[in-house]
């Protein structure tokens, strides 16, 4: 299946602020190709909130971090390819019914709402195992193999 759009979990977000990410076959390379491919990336503000906390966990062993972060920030913003989602009352709604499935506050909200897109970027085990989410819900390897792109 090849996406014209994609819904980026935390994960996929930290790359944009030079942050490192734990994801087995992750190329930068490729995953810069795919990013280009698409006609729009989505992400939630969390997960902005999210990578700065992570930024700001690694700030002691690197200083440019503060101002690599600031950098990524103001090209998501800038870019009109890229949609950043705040918190609405769809989402709310949503976020209602997935918190009942026991995930954690964050990855519900994520979810919630990447429904409006359909489908999720993610490596979080718990929500690549739920079923009739109306979310397609994948992984970096799942992409890379089923993508097309």
Same mark, same amino acid.
């Given at each position: 299946m090849k996406f014209i759009e994609l819904?980026?979990?935390t994960t996929y977000v930290m790359p944009f602020f030079h942050l490192d990410i734990d994801v087995k076959g992750f190329s930068r390379a490729r995953y810069k190709e795919i $990013?280009?491919?698409?006609?729009k990336i989505h992400l939630s503000e969390i997960s902005l909130i999210e990578a700065k906390a992570k930024s700001l966990k690694i700030r002691e062993k690197r200083s440019d971090v503060n101002?690599?972060?600031? @950098?990524?920030l103001s =090209?998501?913003?800038?870019? @009109?390819?890229v949609v950043i989602h705040e918190y609405r009352s769809i989402d709310d709604a949503m976020f209602n019914e997935f918190i009942l499935l026991g995930l954690d506050f964050f990855d519900a909200v =994520?979810?919630?709402?990447?429904?409006?897109?359909?489908?999720?970027?993610t490596e979080d085990l718990r929500l690549l195992q739920l079923k009739d989410?109306?979310?397609? $819900? $994948?992984?970096?390897?799942?992409?890379?193999?089923g993508s097309g792109v």
């Open positions: 819904y980026l979990d $990013i280009k491919s698409l006609d101002k690599k972060f600031n @950098e990524g =090209i998501l913003s800038d870019d @009109e390819k =994520i979810l919630a709402q990447s429904c409006t897109v359909g489908n999720l970027l989410t109306g979310v397609k $819900i $994948i992984n970096w390897a799942a992409l890379q193999t």
